[in-house]
């Protein structure tokens, strides 16, 4: 098996021509739709925190 640097090159060339981009529209919406569910599960995740952290206190009688 050999490898040819000129085949590499005409392969990454015809792959790259297949690739097809999203528009501007649809890379926003992607990106908002990634913020929403990060913003949501950071504020689920701190409100689980809290109500466990509640708990442990009140169980154990620790804390502030």
Same mark, same amino acid.
């Given at each position: 098996?050999?490898?040819?640097?000129?085949?590499?090159?005409?392969?990454?060339?015809?792959?790259?021509?297949?690739?097809?981009?999203?528009?501007?529209?649809?890379?926003?919406?992607?990106?908002?739709?990634?913020?929403?569910?990060?913003?949501?599960?950071?504020? +689920? +995740? +701190?409100?689980?925190?809290?109500?466990?952290?509640?708990?442990?206190?009140?169980?154990?009688?620790?804390?502030?």
């Amino acid at each position: 098996m050999s490898f040819s640097p000129g085949k590499f090159l005409h392969d990454v060339r015809t792959e790259a021509e297949r690739v097809t981009w999203p528009t501007r529209r649809a890379t926003f919406v992607t990106t908002g739709a990634v913020l929403a569910m990060a913003g949501m599960a950071s504020v +689920f +995740f +701190f409100v689980v925190d809290q109500l466990i952290g509640l708990g442990v206190r009140q169980l154990f009688g620790l804390g502030g």
